[in-house]
């Protein structure tokens, strides 16, 4: 057993583990952070991300003692106190889920795509970063507009605002 210690949604965090413990199975069995799903496993679906040291990683694939003295980010901890984030407000005015299973790791996608490229995204350039987010439902045509509009949206911030908004 391994003690691990990390900053979890802006708050110190501590837990002991097996080695073997993937930082998904520590968010949600020991801090109870149940909006990081597990969809398979494999690192094939997206469903499990979050950010860490503030990129998108498959938690799923991370071990905990990994993510150990890291900040780690999860969709509990995007949004500003009752505010949600402006992905999120674009999911939802876009339509951009419908089970909602996927939902969590499409928007942590889209909150690290949208930082890296500042803004400034393409129909394409979504698409094409989306490719490791699996979705049943919805076909991507809604998730692709609500990321488009989001990066319009925070495209538009200041650069401290749009980091801040994490």
Known sequence: MTEVSMTVNGRAMDGVVEGRTLLVQFLRDQLGLTGTHVGCDTSQCGAC????DGRAVKSCTML???AAGSAVTTIEGIAQGQELHPVQV??????????GYCTPGMIMTAIDMIRR???VLDEHTVREELDGNICRC??????VKAILSAAEAMGSQPADQRIAAE
């Not at 674009?90 to 089970?99: M, N």
């Not at 919805?138 to 998730?143: E, F, Q």
Request: glycine share 12%.
């Open 49 to 52: 991300i979050v950010h860490v």
């Open 64 to 66: 905990a003692v990994q």
């Open 90 to 99: 674009a999911f939802r005015e876009h339509h951009g889920l419908q089970c």
């Open 117 to 119: 490229h500042d803004g």
């Open 138 to 143: 919805t076909g991507y045509h809604n998730i």
